[in-house]
């Protein structure tokens, strides 16, 4: 009888390891390509500025005097409407849980921020009139993206614009270097500023300060060496609040403050129009925000620079901050 003992048949390891090598590769890429889905990357996020413009007022027809055919009328022709803007998204992407909302309960509130500058000859936008040292000079306004760092010394403006109806509150703090911000000073509504009226609604801008101020427009400039910008609260509710409204800043606690973030704060994004920032101040916009004027923005009009997006837990009130950055 032979001892001879079959041979064990070898098995080539590299063929079993390599399709599970495959499989658990794709596992990994398939599930990293449903996280950027899921929460896609700053930029790659798009909307549209008629999303933020539908509520505002249709543009008025123009009549036109070109006669018609035989037997017709001249009649009334509506200007073909400018093409819709596209706003990318520039905020860092969102996490934590999402408050507890309706489907598609979102707020928006469009903010452009506007840098000064003298006016030169080849400016054909709206101007406005800027005293300095007992001097009047025209100045022109170009957009800015939120995220721009301003100099000491720069001019700057604010223009809201909210597509919904309700009342608009506007806190400032300054925001030092080791991430903590001075009181909140309420800096709209004014009493000098429209008698207090804050009202807002689609097409109406707010400007701050107003044109009519004196002066128009903030200087940036820190008011102590450790603070690196400005952090703007801005609240739209849909009654009033019961606040003081006098002609000067009022100062509210951060305690309330930190109680309405709770109570009307969300998670936010942050959109920026593609190609807006260094476009000129319109005279509609700038008719629009005149404290006697009674012009609003019509859908054919400019959208804001900025929306900001909010996804708030309490459909009374919706808030977010606007941070401004000072160069060091």
Known sequence: ?????????????????????????????????????????????????????????????????????????????????PRGRTYLLASSPVTGTRPKTKVGTVAQVGITIWRLRPVTSNDSGARMLVREKDKSSEWAAERVGAGTTFRQGD????????????????????????????????????????????????????????????????????????????????????????????????QISNVEMAKWEKMWGGQSERYEMEGGAGEAWTKQEQQAAARKGTRQLTRDDPAPQTIYRVSAANNKAFLVNVQLAYAR
């Open 155 to 250: 001019h700057v403006r604010l223009s809201i614009e909210s597509p919904r109806a309700g009342y608009l509150y506007v806190f400032d703090r300054d925001l030092l270097s080791d991430g903590s911000m001075g009181e909140a000073m309420l800096i709209y509504p004014w009493s000098d500023m429209r008698g207090g009226e804050n009202r807002v609604r689609p097409g109406k801008l707010v400007d701050i300060p107003a044109q009519e101020d004196d002066p128009s427009y903030f200087t940036a400039r820190p008011s102590s060496p450790d603070q690196v910008g400005e952090v703007l609260t801005i609240i739209v509710t849909t009654s009033p609040l019961n606040l003081p409204i006098s002609d000067k800043p009022f």
């Open 1 to 81: 009888m032979s001892s001879h003992r079959p041979e064990r048949k070898r098995i080539d390891h590299g063929i079993v390891l390599c399709p599970l090598i495959v499989f658990f590769s794709l596992v990994i890429l398939l599930g990293i390509q449903s996280a950027t889905l899921a929460n896609p990357p700053q930029g790659t996020r798009k909307i549209v500025s008629d999303d933020f413009t539908k509520n505002r007022q249709e543009a008025a027809p123009t009549t036109s005097n070109i006669k018609g055919a035989p037997g017709q009328s001249s009649g009334v022709r509506r200007k073909q409407r």
